[in-house]
């Protein structure tokens, strides 16, 4: 019991301290939040012209590939597809409002401008067959593998 006391008296003794620190805290961080800040990388990096890099994932199945790349904001007519030796080649341009000069802002991480990304397929594709729809701010790029480069069981003799 004596220690549970004990306890409660620091607690007490230290509460004021805590409510000093947080009133101090809350008057001065407004104030010296954009002093201090430091450029994001995305900053730093759209500075030297960097280009937007959409993510994307490819999955493999027994008769195709499937491309998934992660496009918000696109409109269909500004999305590009090609394909040459098994390299599928996704381009494209986004272009968002653009940023009025005399207005501050706190941050800004949204990329425009082109992007190209190219994926090497590990097998032979029919490239004639190749279908993308566009659905929800993400493209889905179906490419079948071509007969010679689908599994197929060997019976033994």
């Not at 493999?60 to 918000?72: C, M, S, W």
């Not at 729809?133 to 060997?154: C, D, M, S």
Request: glycine fraction near 4%.
């Amino acid at each position: 019991m004596w220690l549970t006391k004990r306890r409660e008296e620091r607690e007490e003794l230290d509460r004021p301290l805590v409510q000093i620190d947080r009133l101090f805290d809350e008057l001065w961080a407004d104030r010296f939040e954009n002093l201090f800040r430091l450029p994001s990388l995305t900053d730093w990096f759209r500075g030297f012209g960097a280009a937007w890099r959409p993510e994307l994932d490819v999955e493999e199945k027994d008769d195709a590939f499937i491309v998934r790349v992660d496009l918000p904001g696109m409109n269909k007519k500004d999305i590009h597809l090609s394909i040459d030796n098994n390299v599928l080649t996704i381009s494209g341009k986004r272009e968002l409002e653009s940023h009025e000069k005399e207005a501050r802002y706190f941050c800004s991480e949204r990329f425009s401008g082109s992007f190209q990304r190219s994926i090497t397929l590990p097998s032979q594709v029919d490239e004639n067959n190749i279908k993308a729809e566009y659905k929800h701010g993400v493209l889905t790029v179906t490419v079948p593998k071509a007969e010679t480069a689908k599994a197929r069981v060997i019976k033994v003799q």
